[in-house]
């Protein structure tokens, strides 16, 4: 085994730990997504199980007129 042998096994050593971890980045965005959408969707249905949706006569004050 020569130099160049061992050099094109490192480079495709590291290329293999660099595509793994652009995967693993991109399984964690998907989940983090899926988070943020089923949390948000609960804060909605939280708020109109409540009724307190606001409006925009609920936002306006005296003071903003």
């Not at 988070?35 to 109109?48: D, N, T, Y």
Request: glycine content about 4%; charged content about 30%; overall charge positive.
């Amino acid at each position: 085994m020569n130099v160049d042998d061992i050099v094109a096994e490192k480079i495709a050593a590291a290329r293999i730990r660099a595509e793994n971890a652009k995967r693993r980045r991109a399984a964690l965005a998907a989940a983090r997504q899926r988070g943020l959408a089923a949390r948000h969707a609960q804060k909605l249905r939280s708020q109109a199980s409540r009724g307190d949706t606001p409006t925009v006569a609920d936002t306006t004050t005296e003071e903003n007129q």
